[in-house]
């Protein structure tokens, strides 16, 4: 051989590092593989759990649950903190319409105008539904339907419809107890269950049986209790329903809506009928590629955590940005800046599109109002006030929900760009109305640049209408008398 000439590895020593290196794949699988079925193991063994305490039926008291559960009791009880934050949400309270007074116009006549604060951890349900401005005395028993594992206790003492009948003052001495274990847990299996009638009810006239719902899907549909559309039906009756029958898309919902004879409110200023969305987190989530690739709601405000050797879900429900390592980096493999900046990104668009449909539909509005005034009738105002429901609530749709658009960034771009279409189409209607009663095209604007601004530019309308009703309600009794 030639001092040039390179000496070629012997092929036992190649083959040798390949079955090496295919060892170690191999090894390295079996582990997940181990891994992933202790993990289905542990998970499916909920039914064999043995409690160190009994739990009894329709205990709400959580810190009894957490005899047997320390880690989970622990981390819902950090549920209590309101100190993180980020760009659109977080635990720390927020008052929506200081931060965006054109709530208060596009809510006038409605309670939401009064008062309106972002939701904080569920150790504060029950202390912030009391504290709201939007609870009074003719308020419904409903309005406690979400807040408290009380509440499936006191539905099975009084009966469900008559549970719903009642007022939110009957109830002021039996719930207590924040949202808890068992608004999602069945007390002997730990089973995810569902507590609240109108999502089972949903389901079934859905034709869903929900004997054969998932695990995975549970871990979706325990949250879809609460974070939903819904709206009481009956004005006495106020039970509680969910608006899925023709679907979850907002073009469903107004379906829905448009098919029963259903309005929350009347609007003071422009006399249009209006729905106002809840918080439909679950339905837009339905339009969103995690919700199509078979994530859940737990996977990301729940996430697993470690202590030690023992792995369990973590039941500080929050937002994944404030735990980016446990939540998106299970999945997503890029730096948490990265992933934090893609989010806010979506986020901060979706905002640019929800103004604009505020000032649309505010813009709508008051021009109604302004015709209404000069003695447009109601039959030359019904189109506007149909498209401006329309457009308001679709707007709601998005706004309503968490997340600032990102559960679903498409389907809200659509839906709001839908918002602004129809709210345009409403104005170049009533233009021509407008312009029978020698006025502009729109109304000029108005200064609601802060809270305390926008609620005194209702407060007119708002006692117009109070004081119309209470005439019209004082007719009508005198009537009944004769």
């Not at 202790?38 to 759990?49: K, N």
């Not at 039996?174 to 002997?188: L, M, S, V």
């Not at 729905?275 to 679950?282: L, N, S, T, V």
């Not at 109601?378 to 457009?391: C, G, H, I, T």
Request: glycine share 6%; charged share 25%.
């Amino acid at each position: 051989m030639s001092s040039n000439e390179v000496p070629s590895k012997p092929k036992g020593s190649l083959t040798g590092w390949l079955i090496l290196a295919g060892s170690a794949l191999g090894v390295f699988a079996l582990g997940l593989l181990g891994s992933t079925i202790l993990e289905r193991r542990e998970e499916a063994s909920i039914g064999r759990l043995t409690l160190k305490q009994p739990i009894n039926q329709w205990e709400s008291d959580s810190s009894k649950w957490g005899v047997s559960f320390p880690r989970e009791y622990d981390t819902w009880k950090a549920t209590l903190a309101s100190n993180t934050e980020t760009e659109f949400g977080g635990s720390i309270q927020k008052d929506y319409l200081a931060h965006d007074p054109r709530l208060v116009v596009l809510w006038a006549g409605y309670g939401f105008a009064k008062g309106y604060n972002s939701p904080r951890g569920h150790m504060h349900a029950v202390e912030d539904v009391n504290a709201t401005p939007r609870i009074n005395e003719k308020t419904p028993a409903t309005c406690w339907t979400c807040k408290s594992p009380d509440v499936p206790r006191v539905m099975a003492r009084d009966g469900v419809s008559q549970y719903y009948a009642n007022k939110f003052s009957h109830y002021k001495e039996d719930i207590k107890n924040p949202i808890g274990c068992a608004d999602c847990h069945n007390e002997k299996t730990m089973a995810l269950q569902i507590s609240r009638p109108a999502l089972k009810e949903a389901l079934e006239r859905q034709g869903r049986d929900i004997a054969k719902i998932t695990h995975q899907e549970m871990r979706s549909l325990v949250c879809a209790q609460c974070h939903v559309e819904y709206y009481f039906k009956g004005k006495k009756e106020n039970y509680l329903t969910f608006p899925w029958d023709k679907g979850l898309t907002a073009e469903a919902m107004a379906d829905y809506y448009k098919n029963s004879t259903h309005t929350d409110w009347v609007h003071s200023i422009s006399g249009a009928k209006m729905i106002k969305m809840q918080h439909p987190d679950y339905e837009v989530f339905q339009q969103g590629i995690h919700a199509a690739r078979g994530v859940s709601c737990a996977d990301c405000h729940m996430p697993y955590k470690q202590e030690g050797g023992v792995k369990f879900t973590d039941h500080q429900v929050q937002s994944p940005l404030t735990n980016v390592a446990n939540s998106c980096q299970v999945c997503h493999r890029w730096g948490e800046d990265k992933i934090k900046e893609r989010v806010l990104g979506m986020q901060r668009k979706h905002q640019e599109m929800l103004i604009e449909s505020e000032n649309a539909l505010v813009s709508l509005h008051l021009s109604i109002g302004e015709a209404k005034a000069k003695g447009a009738t109601d039959e030359e105002l019904a189109k506007p006030r149909e498209l401006v429901s329309l457009a308001q609530m679709y707007w709601d749709y998005v706004s309503a929900n968490n997340g600032m658009g990102f559960h679903a960034p498409q389907e809200t771009a659509r839906v709001l760009a839908k918002s602004i279409s129809i709210a345009n189409e409403g104005r170049l209607v009533l233009a021509g109305v407008r312009a029978k009663y020698g006025l502009p095209p729109t109304a000029p604007a108005v200064d609601i640049s802060t809270k305390e601004k926008a609620q005194e530019y209702i407060k007119p309308y708002v006692k117009a209408q109070a004081d119309k009703k209470a005439a019209e309600e004082k007719a009508a009794a005198e009537a009944a008398k004769t």
